[in-house]
Nanobody, 127 residues
Framework: QVQLVESGGGLVQAGGSLRLSCAAS????????MGWFRQAPGKEREFVAT???????YYTDSVKGRFTISRDNPKNTVFLQMNSLKPEDTALYYC?????????????????????WGEGTQVTVSS
C-alpha cells in the first residue's frame, strides 16, 4: 500500500508560479513511475507529467517548458513546479504512483497505469 498526500495548491494570478508536493508513505524509488494528473470542472481527468524510476520525465504538450516534475527520493516526495501559469491550468491536481513496470514510457500517460492516487490539491489561476 502507498498513501499519497498532495499539497501546495492555491490561488495565483496568471503568469505566477506554484510548487506542488506529493508525499508518499514509502520510497518513491520503489515505484515504477510517479505522475501528476489534473481535472478541470466539467472535464475528464488528464495526464500532466510523469517521472520514471530511472529519472526520465514526460509531459503533456500544453505544459512543456512551463512545468517541471522532479523527486526527492530520501524524502519520498515528488514535486511539480508550475511556472507561467494560465487560467486554463485551473484544476484539481492529483498525484499518482505506479508499481507496475512498462517498457513503453507512453503507457504512463494513462490513468490505468497507476495503482495509487492522492485526493488532490486545487490550483486556481485567475486572469
Amino acid at each position: 500500500q502507498v498513501q499519497l498526500v498532495e499539497s501546495g495548491g492555491g490561488l495565483v494570478q496568471a503568469g505566477g508560479s506554484l510548487r506542488l508536493s506529493c508525499a508518499a508513505s514509502r520510497s518513491t524509488f520503489i515505484n515504477s513511475a510517479m505522475g501528476w494528473f489534473r481535472q478541470a470542472p466539467g472535464k475528464e481527468r488528464e495526464f500532466v507529467a510523469t517521472i520514471r524510476s530511472g529519472g526520465s520525465t514526460y509531459y503533456t504538450d500544453s505544459v512543456k517548458g512551463r512545468f517541471t516534475i522532479s523527486r526527492d527520493n530520501p524524502k519520498n516526495t515528488v514535486f511539480l513546479q508550475m511556472n507561467s501559469l494560465k487560467p486554463e491550468d485551473t484544476a484539481l491536481y492529483y498525484c499518482a504512483a505506479s508499481t507496475i513496470y512498462y517498457t513503453l514510457s507512453n503507457r504512463y500517460r494513462a490513468e490505468s497505469a497507476y495503482d495509487y492516487w492522492g485526493e488532490g490539491t486545487q490550483v486556481t489561476v485567475s486572469s
